[in-house]
């Protein structure tokens, strides 16, 4: 099985350049539940995504990890079925909400669990892909170690984010709007990019928007994993996520390429990480959370 990158465009025009740069899936939000994506799409929107990933080969996933109330579930039943007719070939989640009506559906097998920092080990995984999933994403605050551990004692496909800024926190309140509001500014923070917070004792710098689903937050550093991809691979692990927010097309490609490259030549991973290193000193480029186990000291 060839591995799968999985990346998300800008643009519906990006998909070609996507695929040329070596990427096999692409990831798109959907207008009737907005959750911190690169792009959203209206219905025939989504099917000119289809068109378009079906002509190349590519597979087409949907991000639903939207959280759900009792007056949603019509409307993301009504979505489900829309996803179904279309043909997408994966959706993921985290509220347990979708699971529930897919399985009404029959599209258990369409869906992939991806809740942020849950997937800690592999019993949980098995459980989850036991449901009939179709994968499951793992934590990125988990070490390599513990990935390649639950990777291997698991049947079935699990998925890993190896690159880009991590999430850590999402609220549906509109954090950002109300702190302008508390200040007396009118500094626009809708779809604003270019704001971070700086923690009183740490320097990092950490990206926060706010969207149409509310407020998120993420890593001060770009999480890079070209040294480790040989592990992951070795692990039985081929699908790969390229986390595509605060970037741009041409960037992503290059990602890609890289990427895709490392994958054929291992050995070449030490250099790729230095070289990003070097060369992106503003997205603090470092291993993330894969060489250092998180706890809460008391």
């Keep these: ?18 695929y040329d740069a070596g990427a096999t899936s692409i990831l798109v939000g959907i207008d009737a539940f907005p959750f911190a994506s690169t792009i959203y799409v209206n219905h025939d929107e989504l099917k000119e995504a289809r068109k378009q990933t079906k ?3 590519m597979n087409l996933y949907v991000n639903l990890n939207a959280f759900f109330m009792e007056h949603d579930i019509d409307v993301l039943v009504k979505e489900l079925k829309v996803l179904k007719d279309v043909g997408v070939d994966g959706i993921y989640f985290t509220d347990l909400a979708v699971y529930t009506e897919a399985k009404k559906l029959d599209m258990t097998d369409l869906l992939i669990y991806n809740p942020d920092t849950l997937l800690t080990n592999h019993l949980d995984v098995q459980e989850y892909l036991n449901l009939g999933l179709q994968m499951c994403t793992l934590a990125s605050e988990i070490t390599l170690e513990d990935v390649v551990s639950i990777a291997s004692k698991v049947t ?53 928007f706010e969207d149409v689903s509310g407020t998120h937050m993420y890593t001060g550093f770009t999480l890079a994993s070209f040294e480790e991809m040989d592990d992951f691979v070795k692990a039985g692990i081929r699908d790969f996520r390229i986390e595509s927010m605060f970037s741009n097309v041409d960037e992503l490609c290059r990602i890609i390429k890289d990427y895709r490259y490392v994958l054929k030549h291992p050995e070449s991973g030490r250099a790729f990480y230095q070289e990003y290193e070097r060369n992106f000193v503003e997205q603090h480029i470092t291993k993330g959370f894969l060489y250092t186990k998180t706890g809460a000291k008391k």
């Design 55 to 57: 002509a190349l080969g």
């Design 156 to 208: 079935g496909r699990v998925e890993v984010i190896v690159h880009g800024r991590l999430s850590m926190m999402h609220s549906k309140r509109t954090l950002l709007t109300n702190y302008m509001r508390f200040i007396n500014s009118d500094h626009p923070v809708v779809d604003n990019k270019r704001l971070y917070l700086i923690e009183e004792k740490r320097d990092d710098h950490m990206p926060i």
């Design 1 to 18: 099985m060839e591995e799968n990158i999985i990346v998300s465009p800008y643009t519906l025009a990006d998909i070609e350049k996507l």
